[in-house]
């Protein structure tokens, strides 16, 4: 029996205004050619000169997965034939990458799990070409993006742990703000390295590459045909090519070209880039602009504020809605009421509208308005959702709706059991029901008639004891 090795290199575009050597635009377009300079074209004479904001994400990266970090930036030259790199070489970096010797935990159904990173390096991306039956297209917009890369060590065992780790890595990049990372648009990409052992075996298996997978269904199919097929030559007593395999649409994966090793990109320092150096202020800076991130949140819900794993999952899944979610309880509101409000009224309401929550009228001091007024039973939960709802329909405060309409709950005893006896004067077979037959279903039928009766003012915990009370009284009293 064997057991599956991977590792995997990340490609993550990195969100800047400008490329990475170059002052061209760093945005995404559909028109080809328009987004190039001198620097990305190669052309005679060219000095490349590293974007500032490129270094600083790489950076923040490299230390939210605790990685360790350079005393200078310092870019490599890797000469290897790059039909898509009018230079013929690469900008990289191997003698000292951004990051090196980190990790990122990961949720593995319901598991936590640590991928070991052995290094994160910062790049220009190549241009992109696109193949016809006689000839190539080559678009040079792509050429020169800040690309951070991500290598793990081969410390990944299965198709599930991969995913999981591409899935939470992509909510790093997120949750820093350092890239979009969009798979469509090829601004997060992965190669998939796979070999397979058996327990005994003290080596690793020969490694195969999957090249440029850029949606995570793919990775998961690659690996999974991987291992079938490299379990099947095994088994027969054939040897596994090292090489470079791409994955079809079939889910199939097809050789491409034979593996080459690193000693073959032969590495030296860019002569162009003069090393920059890099202070203890300066690191200090960047660690404190690095936020939680959503494991961190989503341990922190369940350990400290007693959440269940759903809530924290649902809270910690965007950093905008635990942001939103975070700075209402920054104003004193109740966990729990917060909780509700939060993943039942505001999130449905912006998956409605198809808005983002930072496009939500209803700001997070407005929502804590709200949530206090239920919890001193001004109003009822119920009654507070559909103010929050009006609010958002009319574009004002609903703080300032609950005191026009005068929409407080009703919570003194009398009053409610003068509505709870006027509601069963005028239905008197509901109450012949209950005296008569015992039928409590009548309980639900009078709670709707005291709330329709009071505008929903009626305080429903208090009013169903009442009216307990009182169908109990009417019926001793025949």
Known sequence: MYKAVIGLEV????????????ASPNEFTETPNINVSTVDLGLPGILPIPNKEAVRKALKTAMALHC?????????????????????????????????????DI????????????????????????????????????SGIPLIEIVTEPCIESADEAVAFLEDLRDVFLFLGVSEAKSNYGQMRCDVNISLMK???????????????????????????????????????????????????????????????????KYFVEPNIPPVPLTKEYYEE???????????????????YGLSEYDAGVLSSKKDISDYFEEVLSYGSDISLTVNFVTSAILSTIKKLEISIHELFI???????????????DISLDHGKKILYQAIEKETDPNELISKQNLHQINDKEQLLTLICEVMDENEEQVRQYVEEGNTYVYNFFIGKVMQKSNRQANPNMSLEIIKEELERRKNNG
């Not at 350079?70 to 951004?98: A, C, H, S, W």
């Open 11 to 22: 490609h993550c575009e990195l969100e800047t205004k400008s490329k990475n050597f170059s």
């Open 286 to 304: 960047l660690r404190s602009s690095i936020p939680e991130l959503k494991l961190e949140r989503y341990e922190k819900y369940i350990n400290q």
């Open 363 to 377: 700001t997070p001091k407005m929502l804590s308005g709200v949530i206090e007024k239920v919890k001193n039973k």
């Open 68 to 104: 360790t970090n350079p005393d200078e930036v310092l870019f490599d030259r890797k000469n290897y034939f790059y039909p898509d790199l009018p230079k013929g070489y690469q900008i990289t970096q191997v003698t000292k990458p951004m990051g090196r010797n980190g990790y990122l």
């Open 199 to 265: 327990d005994t075996d003290t080596e690793l298996g020969t490694k195969v590459e999957m090249k440029n997978i850029n949606a995570f269904t793919s990775v998961r199919d690659a690996i999974e045909y991987e291992i079938k097929r490299q379990t099947e030559l095994l088994e027969k007593g054939e040897k596994v090519v090292q090489e470079t395999r791409r994955i079809a649409e079939d889910g199939k994966t097809y050789a491409m070209r034979e593996k080459v090793d690193a000693v073959d990109y």
């Open 107 to 142: 949720m593995v159904n319901g598991h936590k799990k640590r991928v070991f990173i052995h290094q994160l390096h910062l790049e220009e991306d190549t241009a992109s070409l696109e193949h016809f039956s006689n000839y190539s297209l080559i678009d040079y917009n792509r």
